[in-house]
């Protein structure tokens, strides 16, 4: 089944203490949809000025991701830049240029509004719902956001964030939605606010995610070379939600696969600058990385 | 087989975001000495002033903690004073007054000397080495350190690693010790040191062990109340030495176990203040969470 992604493409010019680039591919729905199409098909919905280079389609259509909900128009393409010091963990946003994505409506394609499995990429809580209204009976929603709209449209980011099923967010984003410092806590109250899971990224420290029922935590996979960080957690939803869509497992089991499959693919994201190692990777290889991390964390009873 | 400590017992002020105490008991030896108890005889060096409370000695009698090795000489016991934010991983020391521990020379009793495994709790290294010329062929020496070390006592450090079949230190200690931002290749150039095995604690986020062979990756527990992180890295060590020293297994699986048994004394211990959760804490109350860690990591293979 089809996983339907709404979301940013982008050129970004990025700053590491490895090396420097610019005006490369990225963008939420760029690095969402690569991870996905290794598992699911993809329905891409989009927006990029006449600027985008035709390369770029060209590997986004070899992934066989769909493109009749991209739209190019009059414009440039919006631009990120950014910076990273040896703390990888945190970007700088050193400029960012929205260009056509300011005035980005998502149409959605009347082929896509039977999607079974929604990402709704960090954009403006108010287009999030947009899309929503567009989409009939989706099995599940899953969502990410930011704190700007934390803290700027608070009560369009909660109507959001009560039709998701999974909400995928890093820590300070946990701990600012919920206003409260304990992850166990915070976690509880943003359940109570809709969602039947929460993914909570904690970058090179792995990702936990809260049920109603459980709690699982899963690892980083320990890297001896991260070039660059951007994308890794879109690059994580896309692998967790195209594992799902094609399993159509949501038992907790299939769910802790996911996280797993999820953290594969942003290990692999982070070794290459946009998405140059994702673009050449192999389905072996991305099983054999997941057998690695049950390696890495497995352990004997008692 | 016991398993010998040398380290600090001190009267600790802590001021947290959930409560301020004053000179309770506290120091490395101390949470060491208590988490290791649960698993194994334990043999402590250390030396208190005065002051020092009997009610704290009889504590450490209770738990058969072996006190032949403590000294206790005219003056005051080593007092810390500290604060944490709501970020509880990083303490900030508002006062140190080392009294009675500044003229520390440990003398280890004849009894002691056997001893199959040690502890090097965070000293001076030149007082580890000390040490390691009073034992006898170890079985297994562990040890940990801090910056304090790295930067003014390099060369006696580095000859104590040398002799070091496990160093325990925390994230920040090992990029600095390696030089290097890069985990694994930090972990590799120390291993290049001396240390059959490397255990990187990170707070809140677990441990990571690295050996020649492999790397384990062990989460935190997600508590609800984390109330005082004091200490939690020597219960780490005490846990996982005290657990090795009663299985006697060194093979990379029981090692594995010693791990997540650290792990879990150190869960109970940051749950209240000083040693006061290790101090009520029941041997089935270790193995239930030891359970709970096992479902927080667990996922099917594919």
Same mark, same amino acid.
């Given at each position: ?153 608070? #009560?369009?980011? =909660? *109507?959001?964030? $009560?039709? &998701?099923?999974?909400?995928? @967010? ?117 099983? #054999?990385?997941? =057998? *690695?991390?049950? $390696?890495? &964390?497995?352990?004997?009873? @008692?």
């Amino acid at each position: 089944m089809a996983v339907l992604v709404v979301g940013s493409l982008a050129l970004d010019s990025i700053e590491t203490p490895f090396g420097k680039v610019a005006e490369i591919l990225g963008g939420s729905a760029v690095y969402f949809s690569i991870a996905a199409s290794f598992f699911a098909e993809v329905n891409l919905v989009g927006v990029v000025g006449k600027d985008f280079p035709q390369e770029h389609i060209r590997l986004l259509q070899e992934k066989n991701i769909d493109l009749r909900g991209l739209r190019r128009v009059d414009g440039k393409t919006f631009r990120w830049v950014g910076k990273y010091g040896y703390n990888l963990n945190d970007a700088q946003t050193l400029d960012t240029r929205l260009n056509v994505f300011e005035d980005f409506n998502p149409h959605i394609p009347d082929e896509y509004r039977n999607a079974e499995y929604v990402f709704l990429a960090n954009i403006d809580p108010e287009i999030q719902l947009r899309v929503l209204k567009q989409v009939h009976q989706p099995r599940v929603i899953a969502c990410d956001t930011m704190n700007f709209w934390i803290e700027n449209k608070l #009560e369009a980011l =909660k *109507e959001t964030i $009560k039709k &998701t099923d999974i909400l995928i @967010i890093n820590e300070a984003e946990t701990r600012e939605l919920a206003k409260e410092a304990n992850l166990v806590k915070a976690c509880r109250s943003i359940l109570a606010m809709g969602p039947k899971t929460l993914i909570i990224k904690q970058g090179n420290y792995g990702a936990l995610m809260f049920t109603r029922k459980a709690i699982f935590s899963a690892p980083a996979f320990p890297l001896e070379e991260t070039i660059d960080p951007t994308g890794a957690g879109d690059t994580f939803a896309g692998g967790f939600l195209g594992y799902i869509a094609n399993s159509h497992n949501l038992q907790e089991g299939g769910v802790r696969q996911a996280v797993i499959f999820g953290s594969v693919m942003a290990s692999f994201a982070v070794e290459q600058f946009s998405i140059n190692r994702l673009s050449t990777l192999t389905y072996s290889e991305i099983e #054999e990385r997941y =057998k *690695e991390f049950k $390696k890495l &964390t497995f352990f004997e009873d @008692i």
